[in-house]
């Protein structure tokens, strides 16, 4: 399969499990697929950008050091994503990347995963805290801000602040998910 190929068969992606699984190991066996999906996915007022996106977040979640040689691309233009159905995939992404990085067993994410990268992925969680996001988005940030804040000496009391601030207003799912983070937090503060 080539990027024709391939952007032909985008609009075949959809939901289910099945076949997002099959698209992403059709990317995962032709490496050299992943800048077009990231191309597509970029294109961000285009629909076929969250069906890129949610494609990506399968290659990811099937082998995360796939998108490794494609991080600098992915960090450097995710903020530009704003649909909805787009946003929340790549907030998975950066919450996969983010418990990669502090898994107690060795893996290529510890070693690719820049300083750069990471200050992208946290501006970008701070933004989806701070922005009128779904909830899953706002979860997986969270989760990526407290592990990420475990080297970021500075991440831990913001993040605070924005749930407590956030907390009243927030949907069951948030408070339910804040809560628990902020009894975590509270006790490494």
């Given at each position: ?9 985008l ?8 076949n ?6 059709t ?19 285009d629909?076929k950008?969250c ?9 990811a ?5 796939a ?10 233009n ?33 070693s690719?995963l ?11 969680c ?9 909830i ?5 940030s ?23 601030r956030n ?9 339910n ?13």
């Amino acid at each position: 399969m080539n990027a024709t190929d391939l952007n032909k068969e985008l609009k075949f992606v959809n939901h289910s499990r099945e076949n997002r699984v099959y698209y992403a190991r059709t990317v995962i066996k032709n490496p050299e697929l992943l800048p077009f999906v990231l191309q597509k996915l970029f294109e961000v007022n285009d629909k076929k950008s969250c069906k890129a996106a949610w494609l990506l977040e399968f290659v990811a979640r099937e082998d995360l050091d796939a998108i490794l040689p494609e991080l600098d691309t992915f960090t450097s233009n995710m903020h530009k994503v704003h649909y909805d159905s787009a946003v929340r995939p790549v907030a998975k992404i950066c919450e996969n990347l983010a418990i990669a990085y502090f898994s107690k067993e060795d893996n290529l994410t510890k070693s690719m995963l820049k300083s750069h990268h990471r200050e992208r992925i946290i501006e970008l969680c701070f933004d989806y805290l701070i922005t009128d996001q779904k909830i899953a988005p706002q979860a997986y940030s969270m989760t990526v801000l407290y592990l990420f804040g475990k080297i970021y000496d500075w991440i831990h009391p913001e993040l605070i602040q924005i749930l407590e601030r956030n907390y009243a207003s927030g949907s069951v799912g948030y408070q339910n998910r804040a809560a628990k983070l902020l009894d975590r937090l509270k006790k490494v503060v």
